[in-house]
């Protein structure tokens, strides 16, 4: 399909802007003003809503269909929260108004709160971070700060990570200044601990783990992980990304954790809108509640006469991490989620943990299962025998998926699982459709030995083929160029003729 | 729970399947020690529209936009929201979908964040955009990151005219990176220019913003000038709504630009999700945090697009990435682009005179209430700082104002000192010249 700046035809446009007769017009200074107009497209409304329309229509959702992309959490989003977010009194009000004037607002803000100190078992809640990586670099900023308090900063300088971590954590741990020490697996899946006992010592600030890992397991040592870190004078940091398991089952506070980042739009339904918007809340044991980013929300008196403020007054704060508060129209829709439910969030994890257990129980014998025990929300198996014996690797199976009208699993990840297709279904499917995919699944399966061609070939559903990836990484070609834009085919053409 | 499907004949055959009895043993890889044996302590559910009522009646207790005559800004402001925005927003395809790391699924979203890199590119003058930043301030902290590792420099220069709710971010990741922040202080409302030109000596990058927190046009080719003498990057801070009348910083010299995108028609929603924008100069690319997407070619020659250049980020390279991002702000980045394609080339010149217009309506009819401006002898874009006349307190005469169904405008003395008797009034193209009328009549009755 064309790009909206070829169907640009000057003189068009759809937006116009209303003219005073006497309003001043001031001079842009000299060598300030705009030379060159932006030459952004010149297009009707009607064109530029069939636009929207065409590309929508190009694009794959929850409310498409399946989409068991693991650890992403792919759960259904209520259109209420929608319509909530919408509301005149949430979506058009000022970030700079009065508190007397956003009571409604500071009040749904500190029940989140409440509401998020309870489910992970933990003392304070700072709102205000924008996404989950953005949570982790706020938590380990705060680490940071509660060492640099007790003069330990200087020493304290590793943070250990196991090998199966999402990647965002090393990367969070370089930005806050910190070094990484790598932990291995054990057989059975969990944290080495021996590996992690011989490498946590003075220097170590603290612990990242997701627990369950994102191998779907949970960690059967974390009780004796919460003796070493603490044994050693070190913190524990909660990666909240696979928080939708254990939601009024277990909680991070109880397991030993003294900081949690809680993915708003994975256990609490923002919906992901193709790469965010989301949010990142941190939760911290009371030590830590002194360095948490500031303007915190509090609430002065009860009942009728609660007054709800933003308390600046944080000297030990580390500071702000984004514009404001965080993204409300994000709390909106978490806290409207989690009110449909209340303390029922426990049959939520419930069935998300049954429907990933009762897909690994049907696609065991067809696929290579890397950890043999039952699982949390998602699991991991792996492609491997199907790529040795007949060469469909978890790429092909998974875009052979497509074919049957799902969005593929996770693949490659955790990086420690050769050829890993990581499946979270999530509590929302019914268990027709969980069939329905490992019937699939399984007919990928048989097909890899009757005809591997049709697996490779996949898709052949989609409004394109496979992609050239290697291709786009090497002629980078990330804007449109309007008459100089590169014609990528006739480039292939004329390199194979 | 009308979001859950299974029933309890479901929940049988698929425990039997699994082969346990319960679901609690499905749990029986988790310690005793570390189970919640009770209820979490949480409300009761309630049902949809017992919480549609609860939330209604939430929302009714904040003064929303509809309810005074609002001249905040500082950062956010009021502007028209395109109705056709909803056309993308409301369709599952773009909302309930993921990143797209699947690009067969996925050619409307990618296509989507390629046409608004493509729109960033063209309104700042520069080579390359990624898919999104946090919001306006998070985009500073990425380039100061970026910086520090481009030139191996571990100073970071910002003006006191950048928002100050930026430079509070900076410092805050500022020593993660291992870096140092250097203030340069404002002069007339504007940045000291010598001063400038002394701090940008050995600076990664120097960062300003145009029109400045106080609404005014700063020099930006003078500051880009200096930063380049010493080979620090020069980044303007920029309003994307102000690109269609200023020129792009990529064509005076700076090597980044950056941004709030919430006056693009996204909510005010008490601040956020808004979205940062970030775009750079072509030998920077390699460098650029977040996700970026690309053309290429399907097995059949076909245009598709993809995420691209994906070896800088953190699920490949880990903590060697250029960034730890990865969920952004794509939804309202597109919901931003579709607003300014409906306003276009032309549209988008016209709504920049007419906020320069409003500004300086406001300058005069407040002149005729006895407020000056704060800063004589500058350009304004879509705010002007007024000073309350005979020192009086700002704070005061925003109480006074709302009082009467206006909201005046941000007092400035919180986060400057010395200016405690300044007001920060933003227009939007909402407000009208009769709206600044009544703004005059109600300021003069409450100095």
Not at chain 1, 294 to 314: M, N, S, T, W
Not at chain 1, 442 to 467: F, G, H, M, N, W
Not at chain 2, 2 to 15: G, Y
Not at chain 2, 115 to 136: K, R
Request: charged residues 20%; contains cysteine; aromatic residues 6%.
């Amino acid at each position: 399909m064309q790009l909206i700046y070829e169907k640009s035809v000057p003189g068009r446009r759809a937006g116009t802007v209303p003219a005073y007769a006497g309003l001043a017009k001031p001079a842009v200074p000299a060598g300030l003003g705009r030379a060159a107009a932006p030459r952004l497209p010149e297009i009707a409304e009607p064109d530029l809503v069939r636009h929207i329309t065409a590309l929508a229509n190009r694009n794959f959702g929850i409310d498409t269909g399946f989409y068991p992309l693991g650890s992403c959490t792919m759960k259904h989003n209520p259109r209420l929260n929608e319509r909530a977010a919408n509301l005149p009194g949430f979506a058009n009000i000022h970030p700079a108004q009065s508190e007397e004037s956003v009571q409604g607002a500071l009040e749904l803000m500190w029940r989140l709160q409440e509401i998020l100190r309870e489910v992970t078992g933990l003392d304070a809640v700072s709102l205000q971070p924008a996404a989950g990586s953005q949570g982790e670099l706020t938590g380990l900023l705060v680490m940071r700060a509660y060492f640099a308090d007790r003069g330990e900063d200087e020493l304290r300088r590793e943070i250990v990570i196991p090998d199966t971590a999402h990647g965002t954590n090393p990367a969070s741990v370089v930005m806050a200044g910190y070094e990484v020490v790598g932990i291995k697996t054990d057989a059975r899946g969990n944290v080495d601990v021996d590996d992690l006992r011989a490498k946590v010592g003075p220097r170590t600030a603290g612990l990242m783990i997701t627990n369950p890992s994102t191998l779907g397991l949970f960690e059967e040592n974390i009780h004796e992980i919460e003796q070493i870190m603490h044994g050693a004078g070190a913190l524990m940091y909660y990666d909240g990304a696979n928080l939708n398991a254990v939601c009024g089952v277990s909680r991070p506070g109880d397991m030993g954790f003294d900081v949690v980042h809680i993915n708003l739009h994975k256990t609490f339904s923002q919906p992901h809108g193709g790469g965010g918007p989301g949010g990142g809340p941190i939760a911290v044991r009371g030590l830590l509640d002194p360095f948490l980013p500031k303007p915190q929300i509090v609430r002065d008196g009860e009942g009728a006469g609660a007054f709800y403020r933003l308390d600046r007054d944080r000297p030990k704060s580390i500071g702000k991490v984004r514009g404001w508060t965080g993204p409300f129209g994000v709390f909106v829709r978490s806290y409207a989620f989690i009110r449909r439910y209340g303390p029922g969030l426990r049959e939520m994890s419930e069935a998300a943990v049954l429907n990933a257990n009762y897909m690994l129980a049907r696609l065991r014998d067809a696929y290579d299962v890397p950890y043999d025990r039952l699982c949390m929300h998602e699991f991991v198996i792996s492609a491997r025998t199907l790529k040795k014996e007949h060469g469909v690797t978890a790429t092909d199976v998974a875009k052979r998926l497509m074919d049957f009208g799902y969005h593929p699993p996770t693949v490659y990840f955790p990086l420690v699982v050769p050829e890993a297709l990581m499946i979270e279904p999530t509590e929302s499917e019914a268990k027709e459709t969980l069939d329905a995919f490992c019937d699939a699944m399984l007919e990928i399966a048989r097909e890899a030995a009757s005809d591997p061609a049709a697996a490779k070939a996949a898709p052949l559903t989609r409004p394109v083929r496979r992609l050239d990836e290697v291709l786009a990484a090497k002629r980078l070609v990330l804007r449109y160029a309007f008459a100089d834009h590169p014609d990528l085919a006739a480039e292939r053409a004329a390199a194979s003729a | 729970m009308s979001f859950l499907s299974l029933t309890d004949a479901d929940r049988a055959a698929m425990l039997a399947t699994v082969g346990v009895e319960t679901v609690e043993e499905l749990f029986r890889d988790i310690p005793e020690a570390v189970r919640l044996r009770a209820p979490l302590a949480l409300d009761p559910a309630l049902t949809e529209a017992q919480l549609a009522a609860h939330l209604a009646e939430l929302a009714s207790r904040n003064t929303h936009t509809g309810d005074e005559l609002s001249f905040l800004g500082y950062g956010v402001y009021d502007h028209y929201s395109p109705a056709v925005i909803d056309v993308l927003l409301a369709r599952g395809e773009f909302l309930t979908a993921y990143t797209p790391y699947q690009p067969e699924m996925s050619q409307g979203v990618l296509q989507a964040i390629f046409e608004y890199q493509t729109a960033i590119c063209e309104l700042t003058g520069l080579a390359v955009s990624n898919a999104s930043g946090y919001d306006g301030c998070t985009v500073a902290a990425d380039a100061c990151f970026l910086a520090a590792h481009h030139t191996g420099r571990s100073k970071v220069v910002v003006a006191e005219t950048l928002h100050p709710m930026v430079r509070e971010v900076v410092a805050t990741f500022a020593p993660g990176f291992g870096m140092e922040v250097v203030t340069v202080p404002a002069s007339g409302g504007v940045v000291d220019g010598a001063a400038w030109a002394a701090a940008c000596e050995g600076a990664a990058c120097a960062i300003f913003q145009t029109p400045n927190v106080f609404g005014i046009l700063e020099d930006g080719p003078a500051l880009a000038a200096a930063a380049n003498a010493c080979e620090a990057l020069p980044v303007a801070h920029v309003d994307l709504l102000s690109l269609g009348v200023l020129e792009a910083p990529g064509a005076y010299g700076c090597a980044l630009a950056i941004g709030e995108g919430q006056s693009a028609g996204i909510p005010m929603s008490f601040g956020g999700p808004h979205f940062g924008f970030m775009a750079a100069r072509a030998d920077l690319v390699r460098r650029m945090p977040g996700r970026i997407v690309g053309e290429t070619l399907d097995s059949e020659s076909k245009r598709a697009f993809v995420l691209t250049l994906q070896t800088r980020e953190q699920h490949i390279r880990r903590e060697k990435a250029t960034s730890n991002m990865t969920t952004n702000q794509t939804l309202i980045a597109l919901a931003g682009w579709v607003t300014l394609c409906w306003y276009g080339p032309q549209g988008l010149r016209e709504l920049g005179e007419l906020l320069m217009g409003l500004s300086a309506e406001v300058a005069i009819k407040a002149k005729a209430a006895g407020y000056e401006l704060a800063f004589p002898g500058t350009t304004t874009f879509k705010e002007v700082a007024l000073r309350v006349p005979g020192g009086g307190s700002a704070e005061e005469v925003a109480r006074k104002a709302r009082a009467l169904g206006v909201n005046p405008g941000v007092p400035l003395g919180h986060d400057f000192a010395g200016l405690a008797d300044v007001l920060l009034v933003a227009v939007t193209e909402k407000r009208t010249p009769d709206d600044i009328a009544e703004l005059a009549e109600v300021i003069g009755q409450c100095s």
